[in-house]
């Protein structure tokens, strides 16, 4: 039996707690032990550190992540860094500079340039780093996508994704960067479409992929209209188009301005067939002919099972990681351009926004009315919301010569955002 993998954590709260736990979960099994981790407030973190057994012979507490890899770098297989969008370049720089591959939360950034830097800085390493888009991997896409690249539903035509997560309005104050375009001159765009839902949107590109059976769809023209409702810095709501080299449109309608229970659904339409899949509910295959044939989806548990696959690589039993940083080029350049093609971020109409009270948890939440057609429009008809008085202006197609302008086009929606808008007034 090979020795366990040796593991190093940057952060102890937010997700960084899900990896511990996993982490310990497969200490247990003997596949990785963790040799360090560290956090500005360890102190903060006093019980999960009993839960996580960071006492125990070997571990060592840091409060800061330079220490830590200054410290233990000889000692460690990689480096895990489950922390805010904005640092995950500087963390995995630090790492690789020890010759250390990284497990990057996703997205591993949301700026196309600094990917590009962070792919260069990858490629020294003796083995790549994974970005944890945690669905890719699943037995039925898996298989799935071979069916799709065997031909067996015809040509790929189209592609769709649609999802009401639901946030709370203090979700939004959960920490300084939370809804920020950008936070002490460092760029975030925490997002719906960049930051919880991104997981589903680089699945949309993955069935998109026409190479291999891990390959994602590249692009050549996007176009995207961004709005709020929130009293936020960045955006709450997407709607964004894309066309791939490969000749499918995509459709991407996500938003965290809804209340009530979540749903999410990637669809992709085939010249014989249309695929539906919602994780962790349903994969069904509706065919032309009428057959409808559907397809089990086992319990997954993606973040283990992501440290499983990444274990696997790292010891050469597999010959890439999931997700690499240049797979991630797709996914980034498409968050990208929607911001660069839509310009400005639209305030929704107030007389739009309600506010409502749920019992259960006691959060307050917004929602926009008649947010669910707009997305059924949209993604079935290609009908934007500009069109239906969201009181935006279209947004203008775009292609990856247009990335140039993002950096320009963010400072200017940073200038546009201030002061933030107000929240609505309506109570239901």
Known sequence: MKPPLRIGIIG??????????TVRKLEDRGVMRLVCTCDPEPARFQALQQHWQLGAPGVRVF???REMLEACHADLDMVVIPTPI???????????????????????TLDYAELDRMIQRDATLRRASLVGFNFIIEPTRLSLKERVLAGEFGAVRGATLTALWPRPVDYFRRAPWAGRLEIEGRMVLDSCLGN?????????????????????????????ELYRAHSIQGADTFFV????????????????????????????????????????QTAEIRWCDGRIERLPLDPFDPLLENHLEYARYLRGSNSRPATTLTDS???????????????RITQIPPDRVSQSRDDKDQKDYLSVAGLQIAQDAFVQHGIWPSTNGWGATPGEVVGSGDLSRFHDVIRQMVADATPPAPEPTSQT
């Not at 720089?93 to 997205?107: C, D, F, I, R, T």
């Not at 919880?196 to 995207?224: I, K």
Request: net charge negative; charged share 15%.
């Open 196 to 224: 919880a839902l991104a997981h589903f949107v680089h699945n949309l590109l993955f069935w998109a992929g026409r190479g291999d059976l891990m390959s994602w769809a590249q692009l050549t023209a996007v176009r995207g």
């Open 241 to 280: 188009e894309a066309d791939t080299t490969g000749g499918v449109n995509m459709r991407v309608a996500v938003s965290h301005a809804c209340a009530n229970s979540a749903s999410q659904a990637e669809v992709v339409i085939c010249e014989q067939a249309t695929i539906r899949y919602v994780i962790g």
């Open 12 to 21: 102890m709260g937010g997700f960084a707690g899900a990896h511990h736990d």
């Open 329 to 343: 080029r797709p996914f980034v350049a498409l968050h990208d351009l929607a911001y660069v093609s839509s310009g």
């Open 86 to 108: 904005q640092l995950h370049a500087e963390m995995h720089a630090a790492a690789a500079s020890y010759g250390l591959p990284s497990y990057l939360e996703k997205p591993p």
């Open 63 to 65: 409060g800061d992540y």
